[in-house]
């Protein structure tokens, strides 16, 4: 009996011994279909993958055969490099696994992937995001989106009689009646959208409560927020949402959170924000698109003790909305989330215009319809004094439509002086300097920003091969392609030369945004010409809050070679 026993072990360490190491499998099948690093999926990938019968079934069972190195239960998987712990090359491979079965996926491999998720395996929830973005982008397509008609600009005209254009001149603010060709571009923009709450901007009802002022925990959502993690961990995205739904109802969701009688607080905010996040994905998931729209919106990206994640909640947000808004075919409710671009121009088509343009929007036209309103984020005082100022023809309107639809500051919503440079070109230089001119100083600053990241000098001469530009951050900003990029658009000495005359004057504004913006813009376009008054500021003990930037603009432009 004991030798039989004895045989058995060693027969089953033998084949366990002769068994394929799953992370060399998962490796090799995946070597066969695509290059080890900074592949791109497309075409090719598709076929390649095909041609080593790589579908989604397979892939689950190779991520599966990884993923067994996890311990059994729910605590996080340090064997996957959770908590900088585990094996690199399982990690590895497994990222890449997840990357591709994001793009071949469907909705079967989303149990697995909240698994993981839940249990921290990096990449999963990418995934999972990324089979939920291409259902979106399907659906879209599906709902055979639009551009506005001209009898609904028409209309949208015709309803703007009562608004008038704020800008900035002698240090107040000024309104009056748009010019007829920016009050049609207007007209474009609210044709083609459907205004919906802003992401991340709760309700003011829900204001309450402080990270540093906690009080007891409440023991019911104390299990409720268990209950979620558990069904996090175990791949049930149902289980997901009625948790979640219940700790948010304990707070009077869906009616306005008492934010106040929260006490449990991460490093980003409230517990709740965290909560209404997890619904808002099991919701999309789950094929309840209102509810998580509404909730991508409605969450707090922020309201804790650490901001340094804010920026990339918020876009996750953003891009949540996107898919919701376009899952439930109104791809008109995410037009200003898609103009916002918040993954950059290398995901144009994903969650920027690129999707609008292809279905016939005239996307330079919405941003040139949102620069209109610019100035009209400034403060409510001076906004309500401006309008109160116009003429008695326009000023009872005006006055009526500011209480009736708040300020309409849909220029700083959408990012709209970023959207046009990037999207414009060189031909919105002069559009910047123009809003630069009119701008209260937040925009002015931001036009000059603009001006500066569209025209700045890059590294190396794109016209021989080289580029390069300097500067990275984990903050979002509305990405801005410089002209520099290629060969045909970089702006050249003599272009640079009389920008850089157009932009010296702000050096001496009396805001320090507007010269601190002015200064940098200078060093970044790199002509010669600012040096002379970039230098007198250096010798002005009455300007010594600038003495950084102009000093990076001096070496900047010392340093560039034309």
């Not at 996926?105 to 939920?132: D, I, K, T």
């Not at 995901?347 to 330079?364: E, H, I, K, Q």
């Not at 640079?496 to 940098?520: G, I, K, Q, S, T």
């Amino acid at each position: 009996m004991r030798v039989a026993v004895a045989g058995s072990l060693l027969l089953i360490a033998a084949l366990a011994a002769a068994a394929p190491d799953p992370v060399a499998l998962a490796e090799r099948a995946l070597d066969a279909a695509a290059p080890r690093a900074g592949w791109r999926f497309d075409e090719g990938a598709g076929r390649r993958l095909a041609a080593a019968r790589l579908d989604e079934a397979r892939l689950m069972t190779l991520v599966e055969g990884i993923a067994a190195r996890c311990p059994a239960g729910g605590a996080p998987c340090e064997a996957l490099g959770v908590l900088g712990k585990g094996d690199p090359a399982a990690s590895r491979v497994m990222q890449r696994l997840l990357e591709v079965l994001g793009e071949l996926g469907s909705r079967r491999a989303g149990p697995l992937l909240w698994r993981l998720a839940g249990r921290g395996v990096y990449g999963a929830e990418g995934a999972l995001h990324r089979v939920l973005e291409r259902e979106a982008a399907r659906a879209a397509a599906a709902g055979r989106c639009a551009p506005p008609t001209a009898a609904a600009v028409a209309a949208a005209e015709r309803a703007l009689g009562d608004f008038l254009e704020v800008r900035a001149v002698g240090g107040r603010l000024v309104a009056a009646r748009p010019a007829p060709a920016a009050l049609a571009d207007l007209a474009y923009l609210l044709a083609a959208i459907e205004v919906r709450p802003e992401v991340g901007v709760a309700p003011a009802a829900e204001a309450g409560g402080a990270w540093h002022q906690p009080g007891p925990l409440h023991p019911g959502r104390v299990l409720l927020a268990d209950a979620l993690e558990r069904a996090k961990r175990r791949g049930d995205p149902e289980g997901v949402a009625a948790a979640a739904r219940a700790y948010l109802e304990s707070l009077g969701y869906p009616g306005p959170i008492r934010a106040g009688e929260e006490h449990d607080f991460a490093w980003g905010g409230p517990r709740f924000a965290y909560v209404m996040r997890d619904l808002a994905l099991a919701a999309e998931y789950l094929g309840r698109f209102d509810e998580a729209a509404g909730l991508y919106r409605r969450a707090n990206p922020g309201g804790g003790a650490c901001g340094s994640s804010v920026s990339y909640r918020w876009q996750e947000q953003v891009q949540g909305a996107i898919r919701a808004e376009e899952g439930r075919g109104r791809c008109r409710a995410a037009v200003l989330e898609r103009l916002l671009a918040v993954a950059g121009w290398d995901s144009d088509r994903r969650y920027g215009p690129a999707r609008l343009t292809a279905a016939g929007f005239d996307v330079a036209r919405l941003y040139r319809g949102a620069l209109v309103t610019a100035n009209r984020d400034a403060d409510p005082a001076a906004l309500q004094a401006a309008l109160a100022a116009a003429p008695p023809g326009l000023r009872q309107a005006a006055l009526a439509r500011l209480a009736a639809r708040g300020p309409e500051a849909l220029e700083r919503r959408v990012f709209a002086l970023e959207g046009a440079a990037d999207t414009g070109r060189a031909a919105a230089l002069p559009v910047l300097l123009a809003a630069a001119r009119a701008g209260v100083p937040a925009v002015a600053a931001r036009a000059l920003a603009a001006v500066g990241e569209l025209a700045q000098r890059p590294e190396a001469d794109p016209c021989r091969g080289g580029i390069g530009f300097g500067g990275s951050s984990n903050v979002w900003r509305r990405a801005i392609r410089p002209l520099g990029r290629d060969c045909a658009t970089r702006v050249g000495r003599a272009q640079a030369d009389a920008l850089a005359r157009d932009v010296v004057p702000w050096l001496a504004d009396r805001d320090p945004r507007v010269r601190d913006a002015a200064a940098a813009a200078l060093g970044q376009i790199g002509s010669p010409v600012a040096l002379g008054p970039l230098r007198q500021l250096l010798a002005n003990p009455g300007r010594a809050e600038l003495r950084r930037a102009v000093r990076e603009a001096v070496a900047a432009i010392t340093n560039a070679t034309w």
